[in-house]
């Protein structure tokens, strides 16, 4: 199916369009269990994080994006 925005994303598209470097994965990780977070919840961090990258013009997913994705939430 074609994506017209990032909030239609399944989990294929995610993990093909939201990779992260170990350091932003264990950054979520904590704010996951910080804030006891669901897998849903993860979903759609993943989904703003990958909207705000899109918005600077980043190709990845930094520690910035996520961290600007959780105050979001």
């Given at each position: 199916?074609?994506?017209?925005?990032?909030?239609?994303?399944?989990?294929?598209?995610?993990?093909?369009?939201?990779?992260?470097?170990e350091?932003?994965?264990?950054?979520?990780?904590?704010?996951?269990?910080?804030?006891?977070?669901?897998?849903?919840?993860?979903?759609?961090?993943?989904?703003?994080?990958?909207?705000?990258?899109?918005?600077?013009?980043?190709?990845?997913?930094?520690?910035?994006?996520?961290?600007?994705?959780?105050?979001?939430?």
């Amino acid at each position: 199916p074609k994506i017209t925005c990032n909030a239609r994303m399944g989990p294929k598209e995610l993990r093909e369009f939201c990779i992260l470097a170990e350091t932003t994965k264990q950054l979520l990780q904590n704010a996951m269990a910080e804030y006891n977070l669901s897998a849903r919840a993860y979903d759609r961090i993943l989904k703003v994080a990958r909207t705000i990258a899109d918005l600077a013009a980043s190709a990845s997913i930094t520690s910035d994006h996520i961290s600007e994705a959780i105050q979001l939430r």
